[in-house]
Nanobody, 120 residues
Framework: QVQLVESGGGLVQPGGSLRLSCAASGSIFHIVAMGWYRQAPGKERELVATKTSGGSTNYLDSVRGRFTVSRDNAMNTVYLEMNSLKPEDTAVYYC??????????????WGQGTQVTVSS
């Protein structure tokens, strides 16, 4: 089984910063990509930032330049550094992992989410 443990969410004022962390554990043969999605009340879940094992990144346009996704491959951990936070960044942030549990079986896994609230 694959488990994702998230941390780092909280309440910050506009312009502030937060750093989210997500550590993967369990039967992981190979990680293709790890990253973050978010879902605000009444809206669909959207990709925020992901990073592949090869180093490629993918960012939501509205966060590019403000957020940075990074990975510690040896520890199967992904981080999201969020700077210059805006009220519209308020959402539940979910860690996401795409990978293989063995040589031939792939899957997608999710954390339970961590709340980020940006408000004055």
């Amino acid at each position: 089984q694959v488990q994702l443990v998230e941390s780092g969410g909280g309440l910050v004022q506009p312009g502030g910063s937060l750093r989210l962390s997500c550590a993967a554990s369990g039967s992981i043969f190979h990680i293709v990509a790890m990253g973050w999605y978010r879902q605000a009340p009444g809206k669909e879940r959207e990709l925020v930032a992901t990073k592949t094992s090869g180093g490629s990144t993918n960012y939501l346009d509205s966060v590019r330049g403000r957020f940075t996704v990074s990975r510690d491959n040896a520890m199967n951990t992904v981080y999201l550094e969020m700077n210059s936070l805006k009220p519209e960044d308020t959402a539940v942030y979910y860690c996401n992992l795409k990978g293989y549990t063995d040589f031939s079986n792939d899957g997608e896994f999710w954390g339970q989410g961590t709340q980020v609230t940006v408000s004055s």
